[in-house]
Each structure stands twice: as structure tokens, then as C-alpha cells.
């Protein structure tokens, strides 16, 4: 594996080190087998810091007070893939099954919500089952550990590219098109985007929502997860959830072989008990 000139290749401890300061800080288990994909993701890192060993990286990480260095290091080993309707049956589910059994406050939590894809697709799949006059009854909770990408979360800025998953007529309906300059860029109206409040949340640590929810979004996360942190996890939403509230996870993804209290309605979609 190629590094900068000067700079030695990953060792196993320093693999070791890394990788226990991403599980012990946020669960993320990464196995021997990927040192080549950590030397590879830490090295632009390295590079763009002029830091001259892997060593001497991590310490800086280490004795960063603020933790945005921390961040920015899980940020560089896990992939935040995601994109406007990504699973789209979800998003069915939700319209034609929760929401018509749902009135007053609508609250949903889309758990590591990366840029703000799904969080966006929610309240888009929202107002289109229920029409925009419903936006004063929508709470939808973003979070992420990732402090940057929650910038852009908030910001609701996508180039257009990003947006061709969306049916026709909802680019006019629920997105601002750019010009000028912003030619080629969309931004989420105002509206919407007062439907929805971002947050920093570690999902290793306990949280305590004011209110519980109606649904729970947690999709193509626990695959960075060890089953034991998987099961904690699962069982820590429970207590987020209403009675008969859903969680719902990646399709790449089961609660097969966790302890859990849910009942299980379809692939990937789970109900907590009345």
C-alpha cells in the first residue's frame, strides 16, 4: 500500500490502536482484514495534516479536546453513502401503513442521517400522503455523529444530480432549483425544512427524547456494528419508541439472532408491542 514518501505503512498496533478508539467511542468494528482499507482512508488524512506517522496522527486525535478530530477520523473510515429515496418500500411502508393510522403530532427520528437524504425523503413522503398543511404537525429529529455532515444536512443544498431519484413532480412541490451561480443546484423550501431538527447523537450513548416516537429510522448503520452493540442498540430504541411504533433497518440488515423485543412485520421493518 502506497503512503507519503517518509511515512511508514500501518502497523499491526498501530491498526490495534485505531481501531479499538473507533470501537470503544462509537461501536464501529472494524476487523483484522482491514488495514489496508484504514491506511488507505487515514492517509489523506495523514497527508493533508503533514503528520509524519500513523503514530503521531492518533495522538493528535487522541488529545483533541473538542473531539471534531475524533469525527473527522470515523468520518474517513465508514462510508456515508446515502441518497433521496434510498429504499424506497420504506418510504411506501411509511405512507400507506404508519401514517393512516397516526393522528396529531407526527414525530420520527432518522437515526445517522448522514447529509440529510432520508430525513428530506421522510418529510417529502409525509406531506405527499397528507398534503403541505399538514408541515405544523411533523417532527422529524436528523442526527449524526458527524458534525460536518450535519452542516450539510442543515444547509438542504444538493446539486441536481443528487435528486434524479425523485418522482417528477416533486422537485417543483417540496425543492427551491438554483440559478445563476446555483445553476444545476436544489435547496429543500423553507417549509420542509422547518419540519425537521438536526442533532449530534453518538448511538452508543443513552438518549432521552422528550417525547417518544412513531418511527425509527436506522438504515445500512448497524453494519458497522458487532451483534452484541447491534443488540444494545436495538434495545435502546425500544425505549425511544411509542407502543406499536416501527423500526425500521437496512434491507442488508436483521435482528435474526438478537435479543430484542419487536415484532417482526416484514423484511427490515420491525414494531415494537402495543
Known amino acids: 500500500m502506497e503512503t507519503r514518501p517518509g511515512i511508514d505503512a500501518l502497523s499491526q498496533g498501530e491498526f490495534d490502536r485505531i481501531t479499538e478508539l473507533a470501537y470503544r467511542t462509537c461501536g464501529i468494528d472494524l476487523k483484522n482484514g482491514k488495514q489496508e482499507l484504514v491506511q488507505a482512508r487515514l492517509g489523506k488524512k495523514i497527508r493533508e495534516g503533514k503528520f509524519g506517522s500513523f503514530k503521531q496522527y492518533y495522538e493528535h486525535v487522541v488529545a483533541d479536546k473538542t473531539g471534531e478530530e475524533l ?75 458527524s458534525s460536518r455532515a450535519l452542516a450539510a444536512a442543515e444547509r438542504g443544498v444538493y446539486q441536481a444530480e443528487r435528486c434524479r431519484n425523485l418522482p417528477g413532480n416533486w422537485p417543483g412541490k417540496y425543492l427551491l432549483r438554483g440559478c445563476g451561480r446555483w445553476e444545476g443546484w436544489f435547496r429543500v423550501k423553507p417549509a ?12 452508543m450513548e443513552q438518549f432521552h427524547p422528550e417525547q417518544p416516537f412513531h418511527a425509527i ?53 420491525y414494531r415494537k408491542p402495543l
Open 192 to 203: 420542509i425544512r422547518g419540519t425537521i431538527g438536526f442533532q449530534r447523537l453518538n448511538l
Open 71 to 145: 469525527i473527522a477520523l470515523l468520518d474517513a473510515l465508514t462510508t456515508n453513502f446515502t441518497s433521496f429515496l434510498r429504499e424506497a418500500a420504506h418510504f411506501d411502508f411509511l405512507r400507506k401503513t404508519i401514517v393512516p393510522g397516526l393522528g396529531g403530532q407526527i414525530r420520527i427520528w432518522s437515526a445517522a442521517c448522514s447529509t440529510g437524504e432520508e430525513p428530506y425523503t421522510i418529510a417529502f413522503s409525509l406531506l405527499e400522503e397528507l398534503g403541505m398543511a399538514a408541515a405544523s404537525r411533523i417532527q422529524i429529529l436528523g442526527s449524526d455523529i
Open 217 to 269: 429510522f436506522c438504515r445500512n448503520v448497524m453494519i458497522y456494528f458487532n451483534k452484541d452493540t447491534q443488540e444494545q442498540l436495538v434495545n435502546r430504541f425500544e425505549s425511544c419508541l411509542l407502543p406499536g411504533g416501527y423500526l425500521l433497518i437496512g434491507h442488508s440488515e436483521t435482528l435474526t439472532g438478537l435479543k430484542h423485543p419487536y415484532e417482526y412485520i416484514k423484511p427490515a421493518v
